[in-house]
């Protein structure tokens, strides 16, 4: 996919009662290479490797996971993210700055207490929250 990402990262692992299910090969080029450039980036930004915990979810998976409805993991644009040393918070800052310096496109930026959610939808304005729950 680029450097330091690889496909099979972000296939969503057999878990909940459900099976493994590769990301959709139709949408590896138009979803999941703008989303890895992005995390190039970050990678790049932090200093250190980025581990990817959740990628594609099926809508079956995500709802037995209490995903949000509308998950952009569903969609395949969206990959909740940590990165061994380094707080979540600053995570989550450093993804903000390099958006609002322009370096990358991202459309969603998720900030919870052990992981860091971003995705590349498309809108206006940058989607942001604040989540309760652990990776």
């Known amino acids: ?3 330091h990402f690889k496909v099979k990262e ?10 493994a299910e590769d990301y ?7 979803r999941l290479l703008p989303l890895c450039q992005a995390l190039e980036i970050i990678r790049a930004a932090l200093g250190k490797p980025i581990h990817i915990t959740s990628g594609y979810r ?17 969609l395949g644009f969206a990959s909740d993210l940590v990165v061994e040393g ?9 993804i ?8 990358i496109k991202i459309g969603g930026l998720g900030a919870y207490p ?3 959610h971003v995705d590349i939808r498309v809108g206006k304005k940058l989607a942001r929250w604040k989540g ?4």
């Not at 296939?11 to 099976?19: D, E, R, T, V, Y």
């Not at 037995?64 to 509308?70: S, V």
């Not at 380094?86 to 450093?94: C, N, Q, S």
């Not at 903000?96 to 370096?103: A, D, F, V």
């Open 10 to 19: 972000f296939n969503q692992p057999a878990s909940h009662g459900l099976p």
């Open 114 to 116: 052990n992981f860091t």
């Open 96 to 103: 903000l700055q390099l958006h609002k310096q322009g370096r």
């Open 24 to 30: 959709p090969a139709s949408w590896v080029q138009d």
């Open 1 to 3: 996919m680029t450097k």
């Open 58 to 74: 099926s809508p079956a998976y995500n709802k037995a996971i209490g995903g949000a409805p509308k998950s952009q993991h569903m």
């Open 86 to 94: 380094v707080d979540a918070k600053i995570v989550h800052d450093t």
């Open 132 to 135: 309760s729950r652990n990776s």
